[in-house]
Structure formats: structure tokens, C-alpha cells
T-cell receptor
Framework: DAKTTQPPSMDCAEGRAANLPCNHS???????VYWYRQIHSQGPQYIIH???NNETNEMASLIITEDRKSSTLILPHATLRDTAVYYC??????????????FGAGTRLAVHP | ETGVTQSPTHLIKTRGQQVTLRCSSQ?????VSWYQQALGQGPQFIFQ???????GRGNFPPRFSGLQFPNYSSELNVNALELDDSALYLC?????????????FGDGTRLSIL
């Protein structure tokens, strides 16, 4: 089962910041938070990941709370091309010694003019 | 830098047949994972290969099997196809198995079972 909870859908006006929340209250100490997005008929696109510090790259910023129980993905200036399903994922360790991504249902972000 | 490529892009099979899907990992990546994505759902982990060996498996029956080759490319084989196997099959590669190594996905193979 997914270890994350996200709102099913969100709207954002073009040019404004999109703030996508995620709850992961059962995250363990060495588990990373990953964000991917999926545009219809394409494979998931990696956006960003983090452990406990805030992270920023050319696509987005990731803000992780101090207790690590929640995080927010920020798209600073949303465009129409950012319309997609956004997945917040905790990368979990399996008893077999490997780790895997467990996807939930994601948040469907609609950016409108 | 070439990303993850999958072939074929679309495939139609009938129940009971067998299918092989192929994945070329991104340059420098030695770990490949396969996922199944049913319509309207998030991807579900099938299994992972590292250095030519399966080292992790999700809740999928043995008729789902795979291979990884010395050049780190991979195949997913599904035997005795069932209608419920209709899905988008995604391959993802990463530069190692560590938690902080992102997996990068291809655009998948859409498999339809008639």
C-alpha cells in the first residue's frame, strides 16, 4: 500500500505557483520522498526527491516538514504544459534488501489560462 | 544522453498467448524495474533487476518473468495472457539501487489482450 495521501485534484492559474501537498506520516528514517508526474500516454517523469532538507532544481522545489510527515511540491510559475497527474511517493525498503517505488492515485493538476 | 526506450509501443495479443516486452536502460544505469499500470491507476511494481539478477518482486504471479542482459537492457515476459493483463507496461532504470538514485521511466508498451 502507498504510504502517501494526496488530494485527488487541484486547479492552478497559469503563471501562478502550484503548491501540491502530500502526507506521509509513517515514513521511516532512511526513506526518501520522491515526486513524479505523468502526462497522458507518457511514462512518469522524475521531478525531484529529498530526505529531510528542502530541495530545489530547475523544475520545482520540495519542502519537507521538520518531522518529515508531510511535504509540498512547488511549481513556481505553472504553465499549461504542467497539467498532469503528480505522484508523491515514499521509496520503501523491502525485506529482500532492495527498495521500490509504491505509487498511489496521485493529484490531477489542471493549469488553466 | 539517450533515455529509457521501450519496444514495441503498442501490442495486441489474445488470451493464452505469450508476450515479450523490451527495455533499453539509460546510459550508465545498471538497475531496471518493471511496472504495470492499469487504466486510471498508478503504476504497480512488478520486479527489479540488478546486475542480471532479479532482486525484488511485487505481488505478481510467476507467469511474469524477466531477464537483464550484460548491457543492462531488459525483457519482461508474460505467459498465458489474461484479459486483466491489458495495461501500460513501464520500464525504469537507475544508476544503482540506493534510495537516492532516481528511477527514470520510458514511455511504456501498451498491451491489449483480446
Amino acid at each position: 500500500d502507498a504510504k502517501t495521501t494526496q488530494p485527488p485534484s487541484m486547479d492552478c492559474a497559469e503563471g501562478r505557483a502550484a503548491n501540491l501537498p502530500c502526507n506521509h506520516s509513517t515514513i521511516s528514517g532512511n526513506e526518501y520522498v520522491y515526486w513524479y508526474r505523468q502526462i497522458h500516454s507518457q511514462g512518469p517523469q522524475y521531478i525531484i526527491h529529498g530526505l529531510k532538507n528542502n530541495e530545489t532544481n530547475e523544475m520545482a522545489s520540495l519542502i519537507i516538514t521538520e518531522d518529515r510527515k508531510s511535504s509540498t511540491l512547488i511549481l513556481p510559475h505553472a504553465t499549461l504544459r504542467d497539467t498532469a497527474v503528480y505522484y508523491c511517493i515514499v521509496r520503501v525498503a523491502d525485506s529482500g534488501g532492495y527498495n521500490k517505488l509504491i505509487f498511489g492515485a496521485g493529484t490531477r493538476l489542471a493549469v488553466h489560462p | 544522453e539517450t533515455g529509457v526506450t521501450q519496444s514495441p509501443t503498442h501490442l495486441i495479443k489474445t488470451r493464452g498467448q505469450q508476450v515479450t516486452l523490451r527495455c533499453s536502460s539509460q546510459s550508465g544505469h545498471n538497475t531496471v524495474s518493471w511496472y504495470q499500470q492499469a487504466l486510471g491507476q498508478g503504476p504497480q511494481f512488478i520486479f527489479q533487476y540488478y546486475r542480471e539478477e532479479e532482486n525484488g518482486r511485487g505481488n505478481f504471479p510467476p507467469r511474469f518473468s524477466g531477464l537483464q542482459f550484460p548491457n543492462y537492457s531488459s525483457e519482461l515476459n508474460v505467459n498465458a495472457l489474461e484479459l486483466d493483463d491489458s495495461a501500460l507496461y513501464l520500464c525504469a532504470s537507475s544508476a544503482g539501487q540506493e534510495f537516492n538514485q532516481p528511477q527514470h521511466f520510458g514511455d511504456g508498451t501498451r498491451l491489449s489482450i483480446l
